[in-house]
């Protein structure tokens, strides 16, 4: 037999037995159950309670209170119900009332019960010829007054507890009607969660525009819909489906201390920090470098940027990640974690985002950044012992920039875009895929060889004093421009270069140490172009202007 007990003026039904039960009662009790909503722990409904009535002859009210409190709690650890948000409380309540009748040409108040309130319903009771000769409308009156219900409720979990699902459901809120009744209305209300600690949700959490607030280890199994997420521990916060933050006014999950959270599906909302490098977020992935999308911001300045973005598990050796992020990145440290030396992780992102990081990569020679779009990272690239595989850039009418100096085995031009490089490029190859531009700021070196794909495709500006130190364009496939000699400049070309042709923008110098093949080296300003000892030119040599230009063979 089972026995019950009584929750919120309900019955519910336990696990367990009692022994001596009469049969009656044991058919009684399973009649319940067939009713009850199964396994489910409800929140904040029937908190309310009948009070005094006011009675007239004619017209009479009842007065209702809120008798619960906004805060409950959730124990369950061997048994997993749901969390139901229910809430019901009493917006306004009747606090008395007074009978009218006719005498001669008035209406008189002739008795009544209670107090007066700030509202009051007026209820026909017949009419009369008043003063004036015309027909006037008697009216008993019903006081009331407008509380101040709770609108904001919150549920603990304690420690160790699991859930299946926790919904938040439409309230009733009771107002008076326009006589001696209520009605009711769903009303707006937040409800929030608090987790402490070793908890599991096995089910989805749906909240609305509440707050979760994580304050130990917490693993969310199904979608995840809130307003905004407190992370307030420093151990690990699991999330296995998608997370939505949006019906929120922040949106936001938050870092108050440098605590974890593993993203296994899509995110949707801002990724924020409450202080300088707080917080750890890793995009799962999986074994065969599943996508996931980050809807929003990572981080909101270099002061309030979180410690370390992990593309792909930093612990399952089979995992990488294609991670899409539209939003901007501020984070101490960006890595991109690969299934070894077999697959890379990618980090995209979407055109206008950007990225304040240092980006490196847990495996030489592993890991690719794609720039969809425009974008501007901020921070250095790779390093010199740990060479990222691959950067894409440059899509059709972009123009993306990378600050600082970029270490990859290639960097593709994917389109007509440009990519501005304002430190050093290191690698084996600049490739031009389409007939974009790559600009080297001043100072900046490409130490690598630079390629295309198709002959007569592909423009290098070089906007001051550089050295590319590889070889540039092949004898079947040339670059389309080399746009050098920027006023005051001097910049060198250290290999064999191929390209249609070589314009020397300024005053400056070009050091040609290899050869150069094309159909011209045309200047367009008072520029210097010197030959190394044993270097040759294999094209015309043209002028814009007369008596500009000077050539200076340093050798044979």
Known sequence: MKSFRVVNAKFRIL????????????????????????????????????????????????????????????????????????PDRVAQSYTG?????????????????????????????????????????????????????????????????????????????????????????????VANIVFSGSNTVYGTTNIDDGNIKLNDSVTFTGTVDA?????????????????DLTAGTTDAM????????????????????????????????????KEQIITGNIGTSTSSDIGILNIGSDTIDSNYSRTVIYGDVYANSTV????GTTNSSTLVLADGSNITSTITTADANMGIITLDGSSTVSGSVGSSGALLKE?????????????????????????????????????????????GTVVLANGSDVNSAITTATTNTGTLTLNGSST????????????????????GSSSTFSSDVYATNLDVEGTGTVNLNGDYTGTAIRYNAD?????????????????????????TLNGS
């Open 468 to 487: 590319v130190s590889g070889s540039v364009g092949s004898s079947g496939a040339l670059l389309k421009e080399i746009n050098a000699g920027a006023n």
């Open 97 to 189: 009332v007074s009978d009218f009748e006719v005498f001669g040409t008035n209406s008189v108040s002739v008795a009544s019960d209670g107090t007066t309130g700030t509202g009051t319903n007026l209820i026909a009771d017949g009419t009369y010829i008043d003063g004036g000769g015309g027909t006037a409308t008697n009216n008993d009156r019903a006081f009331y007054q407008s509380l101040n219900p709770d609108t904001d409720f919150t549920v603990t979990l304690t420690s160790g507890s699991t859930v299946n699902n926790i919904v938040k459901e439409t309230s009733t809120y009771y107002y008076v009607d326009s006589t001696t009744g209520y009605t009711s209305s769903s009303d707006a209300y």
């Open 227 to 243: 307003g905004s997420i407190s992370v307030d521990t420093t151990n690990t916060i699991i999330f296995n489906s998608d997370v």
């Open 15 to 86: 696990k367990g037995g009692k022994i001596g039960l009469s049969l009656s009662i044991s058919l009684v009790v399973s009649s319940l159950i067939l009713n009850q909503s199964a396994h489910a722990e409800t929140f904040f409904d029937n908190e309310w309670t009948t009070g005094t009535t006011f009675t007239t002859p004619d017209v009479t009210a009842t007065a209702r209170s809120n008798t619960g409190t906004n805060t409950g709690t959730y124990n369950q650890i061997s048994t997993t119900e749901n969390i139901i948000f229910r």
């Open 336 to 339: 991109l974690n690969n299934n």
């Open 254 to 289: 938050n870092f108050s201390v440098d605590g974890e959270v593993l993203l296994n599906e899509d995110f949707t909302g801002n990724i924020t920090s409450g202080g300088d490098n707080l917080g750890t977020v890793t995009i799962v992935g999986n074994g065969t470098g």
């Open 527 to 551: 520029g210097t172009v010197v030959l190394a000892n044993g270097s040759d030119v294999n094209s015309a040599i043209t002028t814009a202007t007369t008596n500009t230009g000077t050539l």
């Open 391 to 435: 950067i894409n850039a440059g899509a059709n009418g972009s123009s993306s920039t990378f600050s600082s100096d970029v270490y990859a085995t290639n960097l593709d031009v994917e389109g007509t875009g440009t990519v501005n490089l304002n430190g050093d490029y290191t690698g084996t190859a600049i490739r031009y895929n389409a007939d």
